[in-house]
């Protein structure tokens, strides 16, 4: 019998592994300067989140005592040993790439980040003046003294720890001063007028720390400063909620946020690496840290901050993302109109529509089916479930108008949705006051699906239509999240949807659907039936595959079942974009199973399920992935595609993924990653797809 260890691959150290892809696709030459910023810039930010999330339970689960073992059986203080180390390893790959050649590639662009003391005095004297203006009134030095306890470090701020003196013979003080890098830019541009030559085309910046720390001594007038440093804290940021307990989730939300605000404790300090050693000494023992969450950088803190040179207006430096056309059997919509002579309705009365986002327009397919849906003096009522929306959404427009035109609407919002629970309670407060009836699902669990149900009052009867999806109803993330939607009025799923939207209402106890794949209540049973029956139709000597597309593949019974599934002949390819916790084309094990992730322009996030059942294929998509929490703990539906046309386009599609020889890392029996590496590709998914469509 194998250990765990070579069954299954640590979850964490996993995730570690597919932000390595991220980083090393932002470094390949094949991509636009400010296209490779973006990826840096995710790869910080993606670390930022582990480490807010996962590396905080793991350290609570430290000090807690408890050393139950992960699926590979590793303990928790094992765990985090593992990921310091490869963290460690990635963030000086990084460093070393952003201070080389990302550097020099951006300055034969003509975009520079200059020192402070390489200005000219010219740059110099405007540096100087906006500092005086901009950036010196929202700068508060807190002193460290008997008086004036160590001040609180508020989670990723930027910070200056500096040591003071009070004339001769004084003792050092010390000093911080918080960065505000959420009131200004992190990168404040130099005028073109001041800069010799001129040039359109040069874009010189300046980091506010650099220029806060040569005019310290404004800030210490009459004083010296000793010396100075930058460092920077993460803080676990998880909520903690105790639901049973909450009379009003709202309250405990809002109440668990405040808490996130103002601290969990410290995961990680990141300080600049030539902090001189007396600061550093002072700052680990007030802010109480062990050395191994320690992070000496060499470049500049907090390179999530990158991203904001990608907003630099140069379309020659990064590829034009904003791409879609509305979808071929939409375009003769009139979207001005209210009438309905050849509306959405009409159109999804003869058809099934399958969409495909950023391909098919996210705002002349689901927008419009709200928004017609809000105007349409023959629609009654409207349901939705809200686990992410965009700032200015034109999704909670409709919603909102549509209660003023009289029309029932229920909409679920997910206060729980991680680092989107202030967006959400903001929203929810705005559609309470519409006259919405707003509901916050089922206690114990998140509310992951997403599902949109339109009721219509049609020739004296109610005809209800859908719109199912593996993404959010988020019309930013629509253009660059490859998401797919099933557009319907096929009754059966419809019953479905409103026994669920019944469910998460707290109006029914439905647990058996008709068609829909239901977590936590029917959908573990289906995967599995499925999967069996593929083992089955191979023992018999018939047809038997499995082609499943995730973001991640963790849960434990369904990696065995897909073992059990591959040794008994099913031949299975898996397109997982994160983590994977199977180990492929291991012998007596996964022979038969490939695994892939596909990293390129858009972010792969849509989930299908296709299995071969001796040629009558059942094909599926939905909001869950192959993990525990997807299956055991969220309120996920996944909808069957019956439509033999609308089948053929996703068998199509995961052909599309399975032959990509551009975009693709092949995963390896070590649960490694390598890229591949052919001379010329012929097959690119994405950039086939953008052309296809």
């Known amino acids: 019998m194998q250990s765990q260890a070579n069954v299954f691959i640590n979850r964490e150290l996993s995730w570690i592994e597919f932000n390595k892809r991220v980083l090393l696709t932002g470094m390949e030459k094949e991509y636009k300067i400010l296209d490779k910023v973006k990826f840096c810039s995710i790869f910080s930010n993606n670390l930022d989140e582990f480490f807010m999330v996962r590396v905080a339970s793991l350290k609570a689960q430290v000090e807690a005592g408890i050393t139950k073992k992960s699926i590979d059986g590793l303990t928790p203080k094992e765990q985090l040993t593992k990921i310091n180390k490869e963290v460690k390893k990635l963030t000086n790959l990084q460093e070393n790439y952003v201070n080389n050649e990302l550097s020099d590639e951006l300055k034969k662009q003509g975009v520079i980040i200059k020192k402070y003391k390489d200005l000219s005095k010219n740059q110099r004297n405007w540096c100087n003046n906006f500092f005086t203006t901009s950036v010196f009134p929202l700068l508060t030095p807190l002193v460290v003294d008997p008086a004036h306890p160590f001040p609180f470090i508020s989670n990723l701020s930027l910070n200056l720890a500096a040591l003071i003196k009070d004339g001769e013979g004084s003792k050092n003080q010390f000093v911080r ?8 830019n992190r990168f404040i541009q130099i005028p073109n007028e001041i800069i010799q030559p001129s040039n359109e085309s040069s874009h010189i910046f300046i980091t506010v720390e650099d220029l806060i720390g040569n005019n310290i001594n404004t800030l210490f007038n009459g004083m010296e400063c000793v010396n100075y440093s930058f460092f920077r804290v993460t803080r676990d940021a ?3 909620l105790k639901e049973l307990e909450a009379d009003d989730l709202l309250l405990a939300v809002e109440q668990s946020l405040q808490k996130r605000r103002f601290g969990g404790d410290v995961v990680r300090l990141e300080v600049e690496s030539n902090m001189p050693e007396n600061i550093l000494k002072l700052l680990v023992g007030s802010i109480s840290i062990q050395e191994e969450y320690i992070y000496f950088c060499k470049s500049l803190l907090s390179l999530d901050d990158l991203n904001q040179l990608t907003k630099i207006n140069r379309d020659d430096l990064k590829e034009n993302l904003l791409i879609g056309k509305t979808h071929s059997q939409l375009k003769n919509l009139d979207l001005s109109s209210n009438k309905n002579l050849n509306s959405i309705f009409k159109i999804l009365r003869k058809n099934n529509i399958l969409l495909h986002h950023p391909y098919d327009l996210f705002k002349t397919s689901v927008e419009e089916f709200i928004n017609k849906a809000a ?9 939705i479930t809200l686990y992410r929306v965009s700032k200015d959404s034109p999704i909670i427009a409709a919603l909102m108008r549509a209660a003023e035109n009289g029309k029932e609407v229920m909409t679920l919002v997910e206060l729980k949705a991680r680092f989107d629970e202030d967006n959400n309670i903001q929203w929810a407060k705005q559609l309470e006051q519409a006259g919405i009836h707003v509901v916050y699902g089922i206690i114990g669990f998140k509310t992951h699906t997403k599902i949109a149900l339109i009721v219509r009052k049609e020739k ?14 988020n019309s930013n993330t629509s253009r660059f999240y490859t998401d797919l939607g099933l557009l319907s009025t096929d009754p059966e799923i419809a019953s479905d949807l409103l026994e669920l939207f019944n469910y998460l209402s707290g109006f029914s106890k439905q647990k058996s659907y008709q068609k829909l794949l239901v977590s936590p209540s029917s ?25 499943a597309k995730m973001n991640s593949l963790v849960d434990p019974e369904i990696i065995n079942l897909l073992y059990l599934a591959s040794n008994s002949g099913v031949k299975i390819n898996l397109i997982v974009r994160g983590i994977c916790c199977l180990y492929p084309q291991t012998k007596n094990l996964s022979e038969n199973i490939k695994v892939k992730s596909i990293i390129g322009h858009f972010l792969e996030h849509s989930r299908i399920f296709w299995f071969c059942n001796n040629d009558d294929n059942e094909v599926f998509i939905g909001s869950a992935d192959w993990m525990k929490r997807n299956l055991d703990r969220r309120i996920e539906a996944v909808t069957p595609i019956e439509d033999d046309e609308l089948k053929s386009k996703i068998y199509s599609l995961l052909q599309t993924y399975i032959k990509d020889d551009y975009f693709s890392w092949i995963m390896k029996k ?9 001379e010329s590709s012929d097959n690119r998914s994405q950039i086939d797809l953008i052309e296809q469509y």
């Open 523 to 547: 959908m573990r049973e289906k995967f599995i039936f499925l999967i069996n029956r593929e083992i089955k139709n191979s023992k018999e000597g018939k047809k038997a595959e499995i082609i």
């Open 238 to 240: 998880d909520l903690e």
């Open 460 to 473: 004296g009867r109610l005809r209800n239509y859908f719109h199912i999806g593996t993404g959010n109803y």
């Open 177 to 184: 001063v918080k960065i505000p890098t959420k009131n200004i």
């Open 375 to 383: 105007d349409d003096p023959l629609v009654m009522a409207i349901k």
């Open 670 to 678: 070590d649960g490694s990653y390598s890229k591949y590496k052919l």
